[in-house]
């Protein structure tokens, strides 16, 4: 008999254990060309080319796709994403960036800024940091785009831009630098947990996700999970892929 209780106690705490986290990635698109991903709390949101570019919306747990936006044809790229309270916003080779609801896939605003935009990060209370191809790194406000400041980093394009607290480091052929919002002011740089090298997606320093082609930006989300976008070799290949957790702080977002 008393045998029989230990091994009903032991299969009830068996069965009130909360169920393993899976560590495995999952793969939530194959076959399109994947240029920039965000999360933003359960949201997982992308930019991505398959005939003609898309701003995708997916649940991040399930991977259901809850919403497609076009943003156009192919013949100019859309590399920089940023997203926060309900918004994406928008930016590549037709020098604007564009401001769309989450909810109803509307464009709300749409900015000319002069040059190809190539990063986006979202700042608080109401700023957007914009890094385009020129070198250029400048600060608007959300609310009605006015221009803030601007400070010019390098004479080739922003690669990245990686926001931590009230510092912004932007990634440039020449290394990084820090900038503190917002006054854009030389600081020192903070570190990076998140790298985009060649194939691989690095979480501290250790390989996460690897693509067929490049991986081109990756994003880290509140509970560790890990989101990334790639190039495809063949129709088959991975483009869109998360896995988790890791340990991390806040949604970073690194761009190749």
């Known amino acids: 008999m008393d045998r029989r209780l230990a091994a009903l106690a032991l299969a009830l705490a068996a069965a009130c254990r909360p169920a393993p986290t899976s560590t495995a990635p999952r793969v939530l698109a194959r076959?399109?060309?994947?240029?920039?991903?965000?999360?933003?709390?359960?949201?997982?949101?992308?930019?991505?080319?398959?005939?003609?570019?898309?701003?995708?919306?997916?649940?991040?747990?399930?991977?259901?796709?809850?919403?497609?936006?076009?943003?156009?044809?192919?013949?100019?790229?859309?590399?920089?994403?940023?997203?926060?309270?309900?918004?994406?916003?928008?930016?590549?080779?037709?020098?604007?960036?564009?401001?769309?609801?989450?909810?109803?896939?509307?464009?709300?605003?749409?900015?000319?800024?002069?040059?190809?935009?190539?990063?986006?990060?979202v700042a608080a209370p109401d700023l957007l940091v914009v890094g385009d191809a020129a070198g250029a790194v400048c600060l608007r406000r959300r609310t009605d785009g006015a221009l803030l400041q601007c400070v010019a980093m390098a004479p080739g394009p922003i690669r990245g831009l990686d926001l931590d607290g009230d510092v912004v480091t932007a990634t440039t052929a020449t290394g990084r630098r820090g900038l503190r919002l917002p006054t854009l002011a030389t600081t020192r740089p903070r570190p990076t947990r998140l790298e985009v090298v060649d194939h691989v997606v690095r979480v501290d320093g250790r390989d996460r996700l690897r693509f067929a082609g490049a991986a081109r930006a990756a994003a880290l989300g509140t509970d560790g999970v890990v989101a990334a976008v790639g190039w495809v070799m063949r129709l088959d290949d991975p483009s869109v892929i998360i896995v988790g957790p890791t340990t991390p702080p806040a949604g970073r977002r690194a761009t190749d």
């Open 31 to 121: 076959g399109t060309l994947g240029y920039a991903v965000a999360i933003d709390g359960q949201r997982l949101v992308t930019i991505e080319l398959e005939l003609a570019f898309a701003l995708v919306v997916r649940d991040l747990a399930s991977g259901r796709v809850e919403r497609q936006v076009s943003l156009g044809p192919p013949e100019r790229d859309l590399p920089a994403l940023a997203v926060a309270d309900g918004v994406a916003w928008v930016g590549g080779a037709d020098a604007a960036v564009r401001a769309i609801d989450l909810a109803d896939g509307t464009t709300r605003a749409r900015w000319p800024i002069g040059a190809a935009v190539t990063a986006l990060a």
